[in-house]
């Protein structure tokens, strides 16, 4: 009983620190190494409380409180969305998010859920580009207890594109999480044309998210394998928040594959701020290099505008 009442006391705790933007996904990173959840920023966090973690489980989109978002990310352009109560459910609508990490998918999601008990929710994302293969995207998710369990599907079609392949890809995982501690698994398989080889890639890790006085810390190590050489990794994330001052916070992430084997390692340090401005955050990338902090020649390149009510 005394365990139960201090997880959920840490974790009303840890979830006052749940955020949502390209920005600040890019200084955290996914705790996946990259082979999961994709990258833009957009896809939220296995290993930290991030708002954008309905994209791989809805059901989270069932605590979340009305919020509304306009930003603007290296390499994948302007995009929208809210989330709001409609009845006895939640709703969230995003337009143009970068689902396939590059300008012009023109995407647009729709996640509902909701609690009966358990929380419970379904999205659904589908692309409208033009001259480019677009995709219909199906993920479903509960939480119940401490267990987070979710499964995404997405089908490749030729719409829109001159011979483009058919391919279907698909996710299932959970997370589950022990106090300030969270271990997290998935598995995905992705397979292209009717007689092609399906790619495997499967792995586990281990989060935490805790406060040391004014300072938030997220870190997580975890390891991915994929079949058809595409190898294997451990990484390390790293983020770390603190407040400069009342209106202003800086965050910093550090992200080093550890091991890597046949695939290149790679070492980031990303550099970010927020500003509070009322009910309104404006989040931003100030630098990010591949191994020590540089300076950003346009502040506004990746930045997003927080407003909630």
Do not use: C
């Not at 300072?215 to 991915?224: E, F, G, L, T």
């Not at 916070?249 to 084997?261: E, L, M, N, P, Y």
Request: net charge neutral; charged share 15%.
């Amino acid at each position: 009983m005394t365990k139960k009442v201090v997880a959920v006391l840490a974790l009303s705790v840890l979830s006052s620190n749940a955020f949502a933007s390209q920005a600040k996904n890019t200084i955290s990173g996914g705790g996946d190494g990259g082979r999961i959840l994709g990258g833009a920023g957009m896809y939220g966090s296995f290993y930290t409380n991030d708002e954008y973690n309905i994209f791989w489980n809805p059901a989270f989109i069932s605590g979340q409180k009305n919020w509304a978002i306009v930003e603007n990310g290296t390499g994948s352009g302007t995009s929208a969305g809210f989330v709001t109560d409609v009845s006895t459910v939640n709703v969230g609508v995003f337009f143009n998010r970068p689902t396939t990490g590059v300008n012009g998918s023109r995407a647009v999601d729709l996640v509902v859920g909701g609690d009966m008990g358990a929380k419970w929710g379904v999205g659904l994302t589908r692309t409208l580009s033009e001259g480019a293969p677009n995709f219909t995207k199906v993920n479903a998710g509960v939480i119940v207890a401490d267990f987070e369990p979710f499964v995404n599907f997405n089908v490749t079609d030729s719409n829109g594109a001159t011979n483009a392949v058919k391919t279907s890809n698909t996710i299932i995982g959970t997370r589950y999480h022990w106090g300030e501690w969270t271990p997290y698994a998935a598995y995905r398989t992705t397979k292209t044309g009717t007689a092609g080889t399906a790619t495997n890639t499967w792995g586990l890790g281990l989060g935490r998210m805790a406060k040391f006085g004014d300072i938030h810390m997220d870190y997580a190590v975890s390891y991915w394998r994929g079949n058809n050489n595409t190898g294997s990794v451990v990484p390390v994330n790293m983020n770390i928040a603190a407040d400069a001052a009342s209106w202003l916070t800086f965050r910093v992430g550090f992200s080093h594959d550890v091991i890597a084997r046949k695939v290149a390692p790679a070492t980031t340090t990303t550099l970010g701020s927020t500003v509070k401005m009322g009910k309104a955050d404006l989040d931003m990338v100030i630098g990010q290099t591949g191994n020590a902090f540089g300076f950003s020649d346009d502040l506004f390149a990746n930045a997003g505008l927080t407003y909630r009510w």
